[in-house]
């Protein structure tokens, strides 16, 4: 169920905490004011449970 | 006797701690696989950050939230670093920044750039404060009335965006003097051995010492009530029985979980007030050096920078915070409400303070985290904290929504829970 990253997405809920970066085994998140998913992402979804406002979608 | 607790923050954590050694089944939902909520370590790139706090308890080994640690048998190992706050100034008496150089004053010399006049008052009002304190107004406001001087408003929006994360204007002015009461009566800040999760793997330590459990992945998604009293709670869509509930996820996430719910006593007062509360805001910036940047582990206050407020350097204290041979230094900024659409421009101001205030230094920017809204630095700003209790007569509040009077950020929290708890278990707790 791989793919190349497109799937993920950040909605408005995000603040920009950085847990989810923390907790991303590919390095693939950015966090400037929000997370911002990188080409990296190969969608494993592991980040998605540690969001702590529900901000990210597959 | 059963307490769920809702929530593992330290809030949650401390209640739970607290009430499994008082003799309670203690249950604890969190919705994270995480435990600690916004005071533990996350790892990233071989550094401990934190997923909010600066790892730092405000008012160290001698405050209320060190207090309540040793209470309840918590092992955690607390360091004042030395000095406990340092105040770095202009070179020059009149530069407004820190361009063309800077001086570093202790901050028990606070009173040195005040002019003569002022710091005769400054005398006067520390007494006359005391016996008849101000109330009805800003600290922004008494300020102007009372030392109306460029360095006045600096130093307490410094010392205020630093401890609060709000401006001198947003501090109503008896929270603002409660706060400055405390620091003179329990003292300055510290750091825990191990960061922010030393301090909550040590509450979990005493939970499950005396049979409590922590459910990880566990949302909670409402509460069932009987007439005026709480009977339990939904969880992953299961019920779970209390005689007591302890909600750790804020006023406003409680009270939604109560809105469709009829027929409470004073429950459309309580949505009313709850949904009046503010959130505040901040910017952490988390840096990595292989030479210190402060040197010491007390505080940095920066109140001729743009935005940042005040900066910290854990691993003078503990090293093992970051990988051998490299420092972790943070600083804290404030966001205004208005400026929350404009974090990017806030986080770049930011990051031209850090340059400034460590001119020619070596360092590399490792994340920047901001917290507002959902994810704030308190659920609610300090001096607008509801009380623990809810219309509801065994449904509590705790955590930074529900701080003690004075109380700086988790020293409220050790404040509020104090009297939750001293509600539920009465002189025993005393």
């Given amino acids: 169920m791989q793919s190349d990253g497109e799937s993920m997405k950040v909605n408005k809920n995000c603040v920009g905490c950085g847990q989810c970066a923390a907790f991303c085994i590919v390095d693939a998140i950015d966090i400037k004011g929000k997370a911002i998913i990188t080409c990296t992402c190969t969608d494993c979804r592991k980040c998605i449970p540690y969001c702590p406002v529900k901000a990210l979608e597959a | 006797m059963k307490a769920i607790i809702i929530g593992s923050g330290l809030g949650g954590l401390l209640s739970a701690a607290k009430l499994s050694k008082a003799g309670y089944e203690v249950d604890v939902f969190e919705r994270l696989p995480i435990i600690g909520g916004r005071f533990t370590n996350i790892q990233y790139k071989g550094f401990e950050l934190s997923t909010g706090a600066l790892h730092m308890i405000p008012h160290g080994p001698t405050g209320p939230l060190a207090r309540l640690l040793e209470e309840v048998g918590a092992n955690v190992k607390i360091i004042r670093g030395k000095p406990v706050t340092v105040i770095r100034i202009t070179r020059k008496r009149g530069d407004t920044d820190y361009k063309f150089g800077y001086k570093d004053l202790l901050f028990e010399n606070f009173k040195t750039p005040f002019s003569i006049l002022n710091r005769i008052k400054l005398m006067y009002y520390a007494i006359s404060t005391r016996k008849d304190p101000p109330t009805g107004k800003s600290f922004e406001q008494w300020c102007k009335e009372h030392l109306d001087q460029d360095w006045t408003y600096r130093i307490s929006d410094a010392f205020f965006g630093w401890s609060v994360s709000l401006r001198g204007a947003d501090v109503p002015v008896e929270e603002a003097f409660a706060i400055i009461e405390n620091l003179y009566r329990y003292g300055g800040p510290g750091v825990p051995m191990g960061g922010c999760k030393a301090v909550t793997d040590a509450l979990v330590d005493v939970i499950r010492a005396h049979g409590g459990n922590i459910h990880t992945s566990s949302e909670v998604t409402g509460l069932k009530t009987v007439d005026s009293k709480v009977t339990g709670i939904i969880a992953n869509g299961f019920e779970h029985n209390a005689n007591i509930v302890i909600s750790n996820i804020g006023h406003p996430e409680t009270a939604r979980m109560l809105s469709e719910t009829t027929g409470i006593n004073g429950l459309k007062a309580y949505l009313e007030k709850v949904s009046e509360l503010k959130p505040s805001a901040g910017i952490k910036i988390c840096i990595q050096s292989d030479k210190p940047l402060i040197g010491h582990g007390g505080v940095l206050l920066t109140p001729y920078a743009k935005r940042v407020n005040g900066i910290n350097e854990v691993t003078n204290i503990d090293p093992a915070l970051s990988p051998e041979g490299k420092h972790l230094t943070m600083s804290h900024q404030c966001v205004?409400?208005?400026?929350?659409?404009?974090?990017?421009?806030?986080?770049?101001?930011?990051?031209?303070?850090?340059?400034?205030?460590?001119?020619?230094?070596?360092?590399?920017?490792?994340?920047?985290?901001?917290?507002?809204?959902?994810?704030?630095?308190?659920?609610?700003?300090?001096?607008?904290?509801?009380?623990?209790?809810?219309?509801l007569s065994n449904l509590y509040v705790v955590g930074d929504g529900a701080k003690g009077k004075g109380g700086i950020?988790?020293?409220?929290?050790?404040?509020?829970v104090r009297e939750t708890l001293h509600n539920i278990l009465g002189k025993e707790m005393l």
Wanted: aromatic letters at 8%.
């Fill in chain 2, 409 to 416: 950020e988790v020293e409220g929290i050790a404040l509020g």
């Fill in chain 2, 336 to 391: 205004h409400w208005s400026d929350l659409d404009n974090l990017e421009k806030e986080i770049e101001l930011g990051l031209e303070d850090i340059k400034e205030i460590f001119p020619e230094k070596e360092y590399e920017v490792l994340m920047i985290q901001s917290y507002s809204n959902g994810w704030p630095v308190n659920r609610s700003s300090s001096g607008a904290d509801l009380k623990g209790t809810t219309p």
